[in-house]
């Protein structure tokens, strides 16, 4: 992803019948370059589960809590 604005990524699973589903992104062989959000490019939260390899991320920033990745609230998970 080349010169974005705003977020790239929510990652939040579906509820369906009021059960929340597991979710999982894989990023592999990726680039961003020059990319800026409000408050985080990459947001991860429950139950949700991130894996980066093999990427590259350069000259991106946003200016709230997190740059690029932020994973927050019931078990979210990034691997790096």
């Given at each position: 992803?080349?010169?974005?604005i705003g977020q790239l990524l929510f990652i939040e699973p579906v509820e369906v019948s009021g059960i929340?589903?597991?979710?999982?992104?894989?990023?592999v062989n990726s680039t961003f370059t020059n990319n800026s959000a409000n408050q985080t490019l990459i947001y991860v939260t429950k139950g949700s589960q991130l894996s980066v390899d093999r990427s590259l991320f350069q000259d991106n920033y946003s200016i709230g809590r997190a740059s690029v990745m932020f994973a927050e609230k019931d078990n979210a998970m990034v691997n790096i």
């Open positions: 992803m080349l010169n974005n929340s589903r597991y979710l999982q992104v894989n990023l």
